[in-house]
């Protein structure tokens, strides 16, 4: 595994790359169907890594465009009159671009400011569309441009997940963190530049976290020649998020904007 710290990147402000694909959250109401989806396919089974949210769809209590922003809202409540509903004590939403967009290598940048709270887990990540069988994980690649927890509030994560570096029967995978000290109350760039080379993660222009292509045609080891799709949603508790404050609801993911460009 080659991973690396490196120093400030900006590849957006750089000649050559183009705005492919955007959302400014300019209309109020639920995110715009055309570029989001809401993923609640664990609900009545459970989500994964023990988390103890459900994720709503089309629900304004959980996801809302409002002044210029995405505003994801993790509450403490159950559901028990949903279809899928699987005995969560919180709800909370997870917005996808699966089936509507997704994007092969491109420098991606995400304005955000996180929810503060033990038990918060939000994230901003993508992973592999899949091929004939569909996404298989972590076969087809997780990156995790930004993760959040509440117990570390000063600090935000960067981690790729192959089928070689994985947390469930590999070697662990590659992730370093970054200080942000006021991660909870400004919002701050979150980035990923993926290239043939490499995929490079980082905050306000400064990259913290490289991962290079070996090239040596293990595919368990870079599976990155193929499309991903974007993520964002808050978790609650589990293996990372942890214990929960139950005192912190309700609390907010706020994004100003998502942006990918191409080069």
């Known amino acids: 595994m080659n991973v690396s710290q490196t120093s400030p990147l900006n590849p957006s402000s750089k000649p ?37 949210q ?37 709800t909370s939403a997870r917005l996808v671009t699966r089936g509507l967009a997704s994007w092969t290598y491109g420098f991606f940048e995400i304005r955000a400011k996180m929810p503060c709270g033990q038990g918060t887990w939000p994230a901003i990540w993508t992973l592999g569309v899949g091929g004939s069988r569909g996404m298989v994980w972590p076969d087809d690649g997780e990156i995790d441009i930004m993760e959040f927890v509440g117990s570390k509030p000063t600090e935000v994560f960067a981690t790729v997940h192959t089928k070689k570096y994985n947390w469930q029967g590999g070697t662990p995978p590659a992730s370093f963190s970054a200080s942000v000290p006021d991660a909870c109350t400004t919002f701050h760039n979150y980035q990923l ?38 993520l964002m949603n808050i978790a609650i508790g589990g293996d990372l998020g942890g214990k929960v404050d139950d005192s912190i609801f309700p609390v907010e993911f706020q994004i100003e904007h998502v942006r990918v460009y191409k080069n």
């Open 16 to 52: 050559g790359w183009t705005l492919v694909w955007s959302d400014e959250f300019e209309t109020n109401g639920l995110p715009d169907p055309k570029k989001w989806a809401f993923d609640t396919d664990r609900n009545r089974a459970g989500w994964y890594n023990n988390e103890k």
């Open 193 to 230: 530049t993926w290239t043939p080379e490499k995929i490079s993660i980082g905050v306000d222009d400064r990259i913290y976290f490289n991962y290079i292509n070996p090239k040596n045609g293990d595919t368990q080891a870079w599976p990155f020649d193929r499309p991903q799709y974007l």
């Open 54 to 90: 459900y994720y709503a769809a089309n629900r304004l209590e959980n996801s809302r465009v409002e002044n210029g922003k995405l505003i994801i809202t993790a509450r403490k409540e159950r559901l028990t009159t949903a279809a899928d509903y699987g005995g969560q004590n919180y």
